[in-house]
């Protein structure tokens, strides 16, 4: 009988041995050292996101000031037309001095004196086509701003997708970091619940295995 609860004893000391092992399981270093990685490469990426969300704001900035510059320009085009216009209509209203000295005006180097009243009538439409050739070099050079304007704005514009493409690429980045985050807590938690079982049965055997060594130790000492 003394050697069945010797071998009792020896089964429930080797068992307690073995659960011993089991010891208090927290978060591990590894699993914190990568949390802590993915935590920073987040808040990284949001400053990213900031920095670009500044930078739209600008390029939008720079657009609203192209825009006015062309509504400007526009409208210049509108009030060459006008001047070229009304200044035709003048012309024809001239009288013979004022339509010399027009001429003079714009080549005082070739004077021209006392024209015929045949010729005129040539003069007034030469004169014209001059106040249409000055209108036509205006609106070119405003029209040519009006493109380089244009170019500038669809730069700008490819300027704001491209750094929405970017922003997009982030916020995925964003997501897959902390998809890995909840992805890495559900198997730690599953690691911790695994763990915490044992403990418990590890309690659990540890408090039936004291009664039994507690049992059996009083048992030896009466059987004296």
């Known amino acids: 009988m003394k050697k069945a609860v010797l071998l009792i004893l020896a089964v429930i000391v080797g068992a307690y041995i073995i659960f011993d092992k089991i010891s208090d399981a927290g978060l591990s270093k590894e699993f914190l050292q990568t949390q802590d990685s993915l935590i920073q490469a987040v808040d990284s990426m949001k400053l990213d996101l900031v920095q670009d969300s500044i930078k739209i704001d600008s390029l939008v900035l720079v657009d609203v000031q192209l825009q006015d510059k062309l509504a400007y320009a526009k409208s210049h085009v509108k009030t060459v037309t006008k001047y070229v216009d009304s200044s035709k209509t003048a012309i024809d209203n001239y009288n013979e001095q004022e339509l010399i000295s027009s001429f003079n005006t714009r080549y005082p180097a070739d004077t021209v004196t006392n024209p015929l009243p045949v010729a005129q009538p040539v003069l007034v439409a030469a004169a014209k086509d001059l106040v249409e050739l000055d209108g036509a070099k205006q609106i070119i050079t405003i029209k040519d701003s009006v493109i380089a304007l244009t170019e500038a704005r669809v730069t700008g514009k490819d300027s704001v997708i491209s750094v929405y493409i970017k922003k997009e690429g982030t916020y995925k980045n964003i ?31 540890t408090k039936i295995g004291a009664g039994i060594v507690v049992g059996g130790l009083v048992y030896l000492m009466v059987a004296k």
């Open 175 to 205: 997501m897959f970091n902390q998809d890995v985050q909840i992805k890495d807590w559900k198997n730690q938690y599953q690691q911790l619940f695994i763990t915490n079982q044992k403990l418990k049965f590890k309690n659990k055997i």
